[in-house]
């Protein structure tokens, strides 16, 4: 039976973060909407390139074709564009082959409000503006940061590594050290915390969605010789130890366990990221960012202390799915 939208694993995705809008957006910035809207209709069969985001995107709707009797994820579509100029965006979906149906138009404004209608663990955006609103409403979303597009038809796997304070879980601790940035008083504080889990921050519902979708993969990697597994996912936090208990605390109490965990204590991400190349990095730092972007596709969660304070607490929501996903599992 298929999964009614509310008990899937969403994704909502903007057009500029899924394809290269660099052309048309030039168009609107020097000559105008009207131009721009010619501009479209006259292109509307000229297929935009692949944009940062599209590797991603591409490889996790490839878990609907693992389970074609479930389709247990779903795209959306969330635009600035009206359905007129929007339908170059779905000529270009329709040939490249991927499977998005559903989507909103909003003929100009901002998208970030309907998040949640579409039951929507994350948005991703290149319009930075957007995603800000998004997280300040307490919704999850990321800005995508320009990179290189590099999409391996061969390679079948998809790699999603997170940081994990301020992005997976709350900023709790990111707090204490930017208070003083004292590293002894922030190892401390989580070290008398080790017991307690961390709170999820705007990330977490898609983090422990995607490990309950590992489970599936797991069990049936058991059950059925060959099969090859889909999804990677890894941790790749600034963090060591004494600090690295109450990460682990946290996913225990989640029931969630990644592929792979770095606790680096402050070696440079990018000599992991380098290494295993993921198809998505999510790091609410921008610092961080910067020296991986060039060739790692990221997304910065503009979350917290150190960027915005969100309006809300981030709890996922119990009828999201994800229960749903771990009895399926």
Do not use: C
Request: aromatic share 10%; no cysteine.
């Amino acid at each position: 039976m298929v999964y009614p939208i509310h008990r899937k694993l969403v994704i909502a995705v903007a057009s500029s973060a899924l394809f290269d809008l660099s052309e048309s957006h030039a168009v609107f910035m020097d000559k105008g909407e009207e131009e721009y809207r010619d501009y479209q209709r006259k292109n509307t069969n000229n297929y935009l390139p692949r944009g940062v985001a599209f590797p991603f995107i591409r490889r996790f709707l490839n878990i609907n074709k693992a389970y074609p009797e479930d389709l247990p994820v779903e795209v959306v579509l969330l635009s600035r564009n009206d359905p007129d100029t929007g339908q170059r965006v779905f000529n270009t979906i329709k040939s490249y082959g991927l499977d998005i149906s559903r989507a909103g138009f909003l003929s100009g404004k901002s998208p970030y409000k309907y998040i949640p209608a579409f039951n929507a663990s994350l948005f991703l955006s290149a319009n930075e503006d957007d995603v800000k609103q998004a997280i300040e409403a307490g919704f999850p979303a990321g800005t995508i940061v320009p990179s290189e597009v590099n999409d391996d038809e061969d390679d079948h796997e998809l790699r999603v590594a997170f940081d994990f304070d301020g992005v997976i879980a709350d900023d709790e601790a990111e707090s204490v050290y930017h208070q003083n940035e004292d590293v002894e008083e922030f190892q401390s504080h989580e070290l008398s915390r080790a017991n307690i889990p961390h709170k999820p921050g705007p990330l977490g519902d898609l983090f422990k969605k995607l490990s309950f979708l590992q489970k599936i993969e797991s069990k049936r990697e058991l059950e059925e010789a060959g099969y090859q597994r889909i999804l990677r996912t890894a941790i790749v936090t600034a963090r060591n130890a004494p600090a690295n208990e109450r990460v682990v605390t946290t996913l225990n109490e989640w029931g969630v366990t990644p592929d792979e965990v770095f606790f680096l204590g402050g070696i440079e991400k990018h000599h992991i990221l380098e290494i295993m190349k993921p198809h998505i990095f999510f790091d609410d730092q921008m610092r961080h960012l910067t020296s991986v972007a060039g060739n790692i596709p990221s997304v910065h969660i503009p979350f917290g202390i150190r960027n915005v304070a969100p309006n809300r607490a981030l709890q996922p929501d119990p009828e999201s799915g994800a229960a749903e996903l771990q009895r399926r599992a």
